[in-house]
T-cell receptor
Framework: QKEVEQNSGPLSVPEGAIASLNCTYS??????FFWYRQYSGKSPELIMS????GDKEDGRFTAQLNKASQYVSLLIRDSQPSDSATYLC??????????????FGTGTQLKVEL | NAGVMQNPRHLVRRRGQEARLRCSPM?????VYWYRQLPEEGLKFMVY????????ESGMPKERFSAEFPKEGPSILRIQQVVRGDSAAYFC??????????????FGPGTRLTVT
């Protein structure tokens, strides 16, 4: 079982629709969860962080966390063509030194179609 | 620009040469992380450093790779005797101290290493 799993996609949604991206993780002790957006050939850009169960909203983005189910999701409302990118789910798994290393899923490619 | 800085952005090395990648953390950040992204693969953690200390190097290959974050100057990821399999994008990220939430890591633009 992979430590962080995402569907690779591509996930295609029409412009203006809601895009729903999902992620599961294996380490039940994980405490911090992040969503990054990565355009082709570019670096990951942090778009959301979530630390406690429930929903967290920021503009068109909503992150949802369910620690009991080891599941985290990202909703993008009113999807725009500029949202077309790969979305990476990242989980903070404490390393041997108590460090703050992130374990990434392989990403879900989102395509927003006109 | 107060963001994470990396240089060079592109680096071409012949097999057997050394590659040095540099990273300056975001202003106010004291923790540096290196990640590698191989073609068509996900981001993989390599090493986590604070000034003059390696905190976690569990993702570093055991040979040819080393990292440092000196008291003065940028963090450096060093790859000796590069091989074609080292061709990848190397990203540096930085964060504030662990005692201060959030533990968010911000990424630099990356160094694209090509080994010929």
């Amino acid at each position: 079982q992979k430590e962080v799993e995402q569907n690779s996609g591509p996930l295609s949604v029409p412009e203006g629709a809601i895009a729903s991206l999902n992620c599961t993780y294996s380490d039940r002790g994980s405490q911090s969860f992040f969503w990054y957006r990565q355009y082709s050939g570019k670096s990951p850009e942090l778009i959301m962080s979530i630390y406690s169960n429930g929903d967290k909203e920021d503009g068109r983005f909503t992150a949802q966390l369910n620690k009991a189910s080891q599941y985290v999701s990202l909703l993008i409302r009113d999807s725009q063509p500029s949202d077309s990118a790969t979305y990476l789910c990242a989980v903070n798994m404490r390393g041997p030194g108590g460090g703050n290393k992130l374990t990434f899923g392989t990403g879900t490619q989102l395509k927003v179609e006109l | 620009n107060a963001g994470v800085m990396q240089n060079p952005r592109h680096l071409v090395r012949r097999r057997g040469q050394e590659a040095r990648l540099r990273c300056s953390p975001m202003k106010g950040h004291s923790h540096v992380y290196w990640y590698r992204q191989l073609p068509e693969e996900g981001l993989k953690f390599m090493v986590y450093l604070q000034k003059e200390n390696i905190i976690d190097e569990s993702g570093m290959p055991k040979e040819r790779f080393s990292a440092e974050f000196p008291k003065e100057g940028p963090s450096i990821l060093r790859i000796q005797q590069v091989v074609r399999g080292d061709s990848a994008a190397y990203f540096c990220a930085s964060s504030r101290g662990l005692l201060m939430q959030p533990y968010e890591q911000y990424f630099g633009p990356g160094t694209r290493l090509t080994v010929t």
